[in-house]
Structure formats: C-alpha cells, structure tokens
C-alpha cells in the first residue's frame, strides 16, 4: 500500500495528535483507549494455566437417568507448588459439563468447611464425585455421549484464574 518511511510515519502522528480539532480531552481518550486495547488482548489470550483436568467413568455403560461414579483428578502441570482451596462436601458443586445431557449430581451436608491442599508440580489431587445422563426424549434407544468437564469459577486458590478449564472428553454408552 503506502512504502512510509519510519521518520514520515512519525511526522504524519505527530501532526494528527498536535492538529488544533483535537483537544487534549481528546488526546487523552485516545491513548486511554489504546492502553485499554492493549490490556483487554492481553486477557483475551491468557497464558496456559499450570492446572489440568482429568476424569475417567468408573464404567462406560449406563442406564439414561442412572448415577454412576466418575473420578477426577486436579494435576499441577507447573513448576512451582499450587495451593487449592477444596470444600468438604461441596466439591462436586463447582464442576460442570460440557454437553446438556450431562449432569453433576451435586451434594449437601450439615457443615461444608473449606481445607486448603498444596499440590506440588506433578502431583494431583483426586477425589470421585456422582454424574448422570438424561437423553432428551424421543431420542433413540441407545446413545454414545461423549462430553467433558469442567471447573466452573477460579475458587480453588492460587492453582487457576482463568475459567473454565477443560478435562479430557470420555464417552459412555446411555441405554433407556
């Protein structure tokens, strides 16, 4: 397009920031606005988290509706310890699915504390928590369902901020 040199581009800049339309109310919405360009790219595109997700079906063939066991596992991929802040009983609470048809069962108690666990890097903290599948109705008599899960919110301490982050997929064979 234009072959500008870098002096000319300079001057071509200078001159539009210092013309007389532009007041200094509007210089400064200008840089504010670039600063802000600046700053929602770098949230827009996060570093990868030092936390993955892991869960395998305790069976792969359910009955639709049934609840069956799933186990996960939070792993440190990082190189430094993360600490995670784990309710006692409300831990399946937080976790979501990636597909409709499937649900985390969640759990209830009398007292739901919170502990922390410091993981160090390669180490992961595992725990089993209850799903089911609801297939929508009239669908046929036997469906693969393949989904994920995932964490939703960043409550678990220093191990993520951003949300959510993924498990591997699986698949479970559903029979009505």
Same mark, same amino acid.
């Given at each position: ?45 996060? #570093?990868?988290? @030092? ?7 305790? $069976?792969?063939? =359910? ?5 069956? +066991? ?47 666990? #410091?993981?160090? @890097? ?7 928590? $209850?799903?089911? =599948? ?5 669908? +046929? ?36």
């Amino acid at each position: 397009m234009y072959n500008l040199r870098a002096a000319e581009l300079d001057y071509q800049l200078r001159f539009v920031l210092n013309a007389g339309a532009l007041t200094d109310m509007t210089k400064r919405i200008v840089l504010l606005s670039a600063l802000l360009l600046c700053c929602a790219g770098l949230t827009a595109f996060p #570093q990868d988290s @030092p936390t993955q997700l892991e869960i395998k079906l305790a $069976q792969t063939a =359910v009955k639709n509706n049934e609840e069956f +066991s799933v186990s996960t596992a939070i792993r440190n991929t990082g190189s430094e310890e993360q600490v995670l802040e784990i309710w006692a009983c409300g831990y399946p609470n937080r976790w979501k699915a990636d597909n409709l048809s499937v649900h985390v069962v969640s759990e209830g108690c009398l007292k739901n504390t919170p502990f922390k666990v #410091q993981l160090k @890097p390669g180490r992961a903290y595992e725990r089993k928590m $209850q799903i089911r =599948v609801e297939l929508a109705p009239g669908s +046929s008599q036997h469906e693969s369902v393949t989904f994920r899960l995932g964490i939703e919110g960043g409550d678990y301490g220093t191990a993520w901020k951003v949300s959510p982050i993924w498990s591997n997929a699986v698949t479970v064979n559903v029979t009505r």
